[in-house]
């Protein structure tokens, strides 16, 4: 089934690859807002969205750098906050990303006062929200294929399925409590 959140994705893919990085955020946060509201109905845009990025966060990063971060705080920020105030917010409000998100194609990261990171990042999101057990009756339109960890998925097969590939990685990482 194609609603919302399917099509933002789409959109938001197809912005990655001609490396317009702000389209892809436009498209994207719609998907990750929509997606945080079905796992936590009551709570307010910023807390959800946050949560949700909160919960993923290991999914996130160990796409978009084959490495797994939780929890990195700089300046009194976290992965999140920096995602939801400097990207989604700034967004919406301000109708670009704040000066202190940079998105960019080296493959490099680096976090302070501006966080700087890898367009990996965006894949990571986008993965996140494919792979929430809420958006399992989810599809692309026209269906893409993705490579994870070594082995390649259609993305219409991995749609609320993220137990695949937390199995995938706590495989990789040898470590059987990454979710825990």
């Not at 993923?56 to 939780?70: L, M, Y």
């Not at 967004?91 to 490099?108: F, P, Q, Y």
């Not at 989810?138 to 219409?156: K, M």
Request: glycine share 6%; aromatic share 8%.
């Amino acid at each position: 089934m194609s609603t919302s959140i399917s099509r933002r994705i789409e959109k938001s893919i197809s912005a990655l690859q001609r490396k317009d990085f702000e389209d892809s955020f436009v498209q994207l946060f719609p998907a990750v807002d929509k997606t945080a509201k079905k796992r936590r109905s009551k709570a307010k845009v910023g807390e959800r969205i946050k949560g949700f990025i909160q919960d993923e966060e290991a999914i996130i990063s160990g796409v978009a750098t084959n490495n797994v971060f939780k929890g990195i705080m700089v300046d009194d920020v976290d992965f999140p906050t920096a995602l939801y105030k400097f990207g989604r917010t700034s967004i919406v409000h301000e109708g670009e990303l704040d000066e202190r998100l940079k998105i960019n194609e080296r493959g490099t990261m680096q976090i302070g006062r501006v966080w700087n990171l890898p367009s990996s990042y965006i894949t990571g999101l986008i993965v996140a929200v494919i792979l929430a057990k809420e958006n399992s009756s989810e599809s692309l339109e026209h269906d893409y294929s993705i490579s994870l960890f070594g082995t390649n998925y259609s993305v219409n097969s991995i749609w609320g399925n993220r137990s695949v590939i937390e199995q995938k990685m706590c495989e990789l990482w040898r470590n059987p409590d990454l979710f825990k």
